[in-house]
């Protein structure tokens, strides 16, 4: 495919700022934005410098023609644009969680399925450095075979964060979709892609947040925080979602005989004392990567009983993006190889819609939350 692709923008945010520059670094044009509030749409696209800007989706498709849809709002308004862009024949860049539940999702990569476009998943964070270099460690047995993972993250997240989409399940919120999805790519990157089993416990810490005016940017919702959080005049939102989960899981694995067992713990609302972190522990050694994303130094524990920090690779260096931000870093890798598959080039596997739907499916049973043995019986 010689032509330039074109991109179609749903969302002002964060991240469909980001996704829009994504794009852009990877020679695709930009043609359009659309998001909720006509003011903010015409100010970002204006400023983004992409010629079509409003606020209705259905229009937006007919009237630039997109190669590509590029999915950046909250969770649970993904389906209905997601369902569109296909029916028109768009291939399908999507933010997680893919949707709010694990039955639109699977709907969703099988009418993609059925039309033929591409699909990404934008569970970007095994496209980080780090990741990318205890990958190939752990490919060519610098740790003997994988044998367990552990992931740790504690983010002391205000209990005034406004309320908004992150506090809802409905609308694609909760720790397990925004946070646990990344987690969860991380290590099937690593140790393997296929889940063998699952199970969790979480739990909604939140109860309530303050409903604000005037929230538009995830990213900035932190300076909306009311200065007064026992003012009478405040109103609340509900929170039905979690903000802690404990998942542990087992995973087969090319480089083991037995199932991988791993632990993801994360505390929405709790302070950490030492920095989260996420281990690959094996036969003979293990890596540690500092960060919650793993994004940090890279440890390795070998024969001699020390934990060494290693040097990035200098071909691993070439390849991350010329940007700031690491979720800009990982979305711009992970987009430019969606845009190299779509133009035909060789590329990797990276997450798709197969990966999103099945995550969807995992964290529906999570929140089950029934994986107790009830002890009464015993004397």
């Not at 945010?13 to 015409?42: I, L, W």
């Not at 405040?234 to 989960?245: H, M, R």
């Not at 050694?285 to 040097?311: C, F």
């Amino acid at each position: 495919m010689s032509r330039t692709l074109k991109v179609l923008i749903f969302g002002t945010g964060f991240a469909g700022q980001g996704h829009a520059a994504a794009f852009a670094a990877a020679g695709v044009e930009v043609v359009g934005m659309v998001g909720r509030t006509p003011e903010v749409v015409a100010e970002v696209a204006g400023r983004l410098g992409i010629p079509h800007a409003g606020t209705d989706w259905q229009g937006a498709l007919s009237a630039c023609r997109p190669d590509i849809v590029s999915i950046a709002t909250p969770g649970g308004a993904h389906y209905d644009p997601i369902r569109q862009a296909i029916a028109a024949g768009c291939h399908v860049f999507v933010d997680k969680p893919m949707t709010e539940s694990g039955e639109t999702a699977v709907d969703l990569y099988q009418r993609a399925q059925e039309k033929g476009v591409k699909t990404a998943y934008a569970a970007s964070f095994r496209y980080a450095a780090s990741v990318q270099h205890a990958k190939r460690l752990v490919a060519a047995g610098a740790i003997g075979a994988p044998t367990e993972v552990e992931c740790m993250s504690h983010f002391n997240l205000e209990r005034g964060i406004p309320f908004g989409w992150s506090h809802r399940r409905e609308q694609g919120g909760g720790r397990l979709n925004n946070n646990f999805t990344h987690t969860l790519s991380i290590v099937t990157s690593v140790v393997g892609e296929r889940i063998l089993s699952i199970c969790g416990e979480v739990r909604d810490d939140m109860g309530r947040a303050p409903i604000v005016e005037g929230v538009h940017n995830f990213a900035t919702r932190r300076s909306h925080i009311p200065k007064d959080l026992t003012d009478p005049a405040l109103t609340w939102g509900e929170s039905n979602v979690e903000w802690s989960y404990t998942v542990l899981a087992r995973l087969e694995s090319p480089f083991a005989g037995t199932p991988v067992s791993v632990l993801f713990k994360h505390g929405g609302l709790v302070p950490r004392f030492h920095e989260d972190h996420i281990v690959f522990y094996g036969t003979e050694g293990a890596i540690y990567l500092k960060g919650h994303y793993g994004d940090g130094q890279l440890y390795l524990y070998g024969k001699d009983g020390a934990w060494t920090p290693l040097p990035l690779p200098q071909d691993i260096a070439e390849t991350v993006p010329d940007v700031s931000g690491e979720t800009e870093k990982c979305w711009h890798a992970l987009v430019r190889d969606f845009v190299r598959d779509i133009r035909g080039e060789p590329v990797a596997p990276y997450p798709t819609f197969r990966e999103g739907s099945r995550y969807q499916q995992i964290i529906d049973l999570i929140r089950g939350n029934d994986p107790w043995t009830d002890l009464a019986h015993l004397s």
